[in-house]
Structure formats: C-alpha cells, structure tokens
C-alpha cells in the first residue's frame, strides 16, 4: 500500500524568512496530494492541494511543487508569519477518496 | 456555513468503560469518514460512509470498535470496551462525494475538531 514519508518533524525559522516541507510518496498511482495545516486544539484545514497532472501550484505566500518521476512533493511557505506557526500534513491519494497522511511537522516561527 | 461537528469534544473514560463520538458532516456532503489520531502522527482512517453505506472499514478494529450513519447524514463511532491505547483524538471529515462514474470524483476533505478520547 501507499506509504508518505515526510521531513523535517520539526522546524524553526525566523520571521519573515521561507520554510519547506518535503514528502515522498511510495505508490506510483496517488494523483491528488493535499497539505494539511492543524493548529493546536482544531482539525486539519486544507491550505493547498495539487494533482498530478500539474507541477506547481501558488496561492499567496503558499506553494507546493510536484515530482512525479521522484515521488515526491513540498510544501514551500514564504515570508513566514507568526500565525503560520502549526503542525502541517501531507497527504497522498490515488483518488479514491483514501487519505495517507504523513506524520507532521511542526512549524514554529520565532518573532 | 456551519463545518463539521463533532461532539463531545473531550472524554476521559475509564478503561473497559464504553464511550460514543457524534459527527455532523457539511450539509449536502455524501462521503464522511471517521479517522484516529495518535500523538505526533497524521490522521489514519478507520472508515468511510457512502451515504449510510460503509464502504471501507477495513481499518476498524470491529471487535470493539463499530459506528453508524443510519439516515445518511450524522454518525456515531462507538468503543466498548475502551482500552488504554485508544486514547487518542477521533477526528470526523466529510466530503461531497463522488458525482460522476466518468470523471475524477471531487474528494477535498473538510475536517471537524475532533474529540480527544483519554481512557484511564
């Protein structure tokens, strides 16, 4: 079955600088791969998803970037703020519906 | 428009105590699903509901695990009887579900708060 590997677990970064997240996925028909972002006491909210069938994808200070030759994916966040501060999920689906989360990394933005 | 529901939001239980979880999904959403949550990790689904179906529990440990969506809108998970490692955070998600045997069927998850189960 599907198995998401992700890195860092943890991760500190200065305000206003970048922070990266990176996955790999083992099943080689996962096409949708959403990121997860769950702030302390909350579900996971989606921040931004991609499919296969594009490469990279922007939405404000947000993008995720898609290898399909490498199995893997990243979550890029740029000038960070403080309430960026969460723990973030990837995910890998092969579109039926079945989520395979990775283990999270906690994100922390220092002022 | 209101998310995901769920209720209680905190249990603590004794062991072998048997305990119940609530989830009202998005209104209109057909597909819900009920995922646990150990500390540290991401979400692992338990099962998944068509409608009043369940289409996927291959997950749910079904000698003391079980849930219902009897009207196709609100489910319960049940635990009886709760054991130690099942304290964790059961979190519910629902979707629109699939609208179209021909085409990618339309999956965003939304995810409700989830209820932190403690089982003393």
């Known amino acids: 079955g599907e198995n998401v590997e992700q890195h860092p677990s943890t991760l500190s970064v200065q305000e206003g600088d970048s922070a990266v997240i990176k996955c790999t996925y083992s099943?080689?028909?996962?096409?949708?791969f959403p990121w997860y972002k769950q702030e302390l006491g909350k579900g996971p909210q989606l921040i931004i998803d991609i499919r296969s069938n594009v490469g990279e994808k922007k939405d404000q200070r947000i993008a995720v970037t898609l290898n399909k030759t490498a199995k893997h994916f990243s979550l890029h966040i740029t000038e960070t703020q403080p309430e960026d501060s969460a723990v973030y999920f990837c995910a890998a689906s092969e579109g039926t519906y079945k989520y395979i989360f990775g283990t999270g990394t906690r994100l922390k933005v220092l002022a | 428009e209101a998310g995901v529901v769920q209720s209680p939001r905190y249990k603590i239980i004794e062991k072998k105590q048997p305990v119940a979880f609530w989830c009202n999904p998005i209104s209109g959403h057909n597909t819900l699903y009920w995922y646990l949550q150990n500390l540290g990790q991401g979400p692992e689904l338990l099962i998944r509901y068509e409608n009043e179906e369940a289409v996927d529990d291959s997950q749910l440990p079904k000698d003391r695990f079980s849930a219902e969506r009897l009207k196709g809108v609100d489910s319960t998970l049940k635990i009886q009887p709760a054991e130690l490692g099942d304290s964790a955070v059961y979190l519910c998600?629902?979707?629109?579900?699939?609208?179209?045997?021909?085409?990618?069927?339309?999956?965003?998850?939304?995810f409700g708060p989830g209820t932190r189960l403690t089982v003393l």
């Open positions: 099943d080689s028909a996962s096409n949708y």
């Open positions: 998600a629902s979707s629109l579900g699939r609208r179209s045997r021909t085409i990618q069927p339309y999956n965003e998850q939304f």
